[in-house]
């Protein structure tokens, strides 16, 4: 981009100068992001972009995204009820950012495994839904030893904390550092953008952690799953 220009009367419009100080400048009108991709192959830092698809301005920084989130969200809103209703606040831009996390799994005990975390989804009706997996559950690896120490796996934490899958319940045997059972995987991260122009609620459900494994140790359950809203208000 070479910057703003301000043409005077009787002055030669130059090649250069339409590519510079107009196209530019512009902003480009396109049916989705396949069509803007076909027409702009080498996007420079602060192009901009109207896709009629999801009727929204794009910006080009590293990539293409929302011009709202170049600007900065003011608000955000953590959604951790199992099954809720999130009216939609007063919104001055009506795009919005999604984060939604899956359960994560159970971490495996002595005998059996632990099991997976439940899936988490944010309904917006026609804007489009938001949907996170849960983590696998851990699986146990019982000794044959008996008799021997052991220790109970910790529960996985919820949401967006570090990882929310439960940890595996752990065993000592005859000077050997084992395992009882694996930690259970954290529950997937999903983000995106939706456009909530004429939404008035959207129907979330968290997924739950998956549940620890039994037996002599028992793993640890799997932490919630979460919803994040980021937005700016109105």
């Known amino acids: 981009m070479a910057g703003r220009r301000t043409f005077v ?23 989705d992001a396949t069509a803007r991709d076909a027409a702009i192959t080498s996007p420079s830092e602060g192009n901009l972009a109207y896709l009629k698809s999801t009727d929204e301005v794009q910006l080009y920084t590293t990539e293409w995204g929302p011009l ?16 809720s209703s999130w009216a939609v606040p007063t919104l001055a831009s009506t795009i919005v950012k999604v984060t939604a996390v899956g359960g994560g799994g159970g971490g495996g005990g002595f005998v059996p495994n632990g099991s997976d975390g439940g899936t988490t989804t944010f309904n917006a009706g026609s804007a489009g839904t938001v949907t996170a997996v849960g983590g696998k559950g851990g699986s146990s690896t019982p000794s044959s ?21 439960g940890t595996g319940g752990q065993r000592t045997v005859t000077a050997e550092f084992n395992f009882g059972g694996s930690t259970g995987t954290g529950g997937q991260i999903t983000v995106a953008y939706l456009d909530l122009d004429g939404i008035s609620t959207a129907n ?17 359950d799997g932490g919630d799953g979460e919803v994040i809203v980021e937005y700016v208000a109105g």
């Open 9 to 31: 009367a009787g002055e030669v419009l130059t090649a250069s100068n339409i590519n510079s100080f107009l196209m530019d400048q512009v902003v480009p009108v396109f049916d």
């Open 68 to 83: 709202v989130a170049a600007s900065g969200f003011t608000a955000s809103t953590a959604i951790t009820a199992t099954d």
């Open 145 to 165: 030893s008996s008799g021997d120490s052991s220790n109970n796996g910790q529960a996985g934490l919820d949401g967006l904390t570090s990882g929310n899958g």
């Open 204 to 220: 979330v459900t968290i997924g739950a952690g998956g549940t620890k494994g039994g037996g002599n140790p028992l793993g640890g």
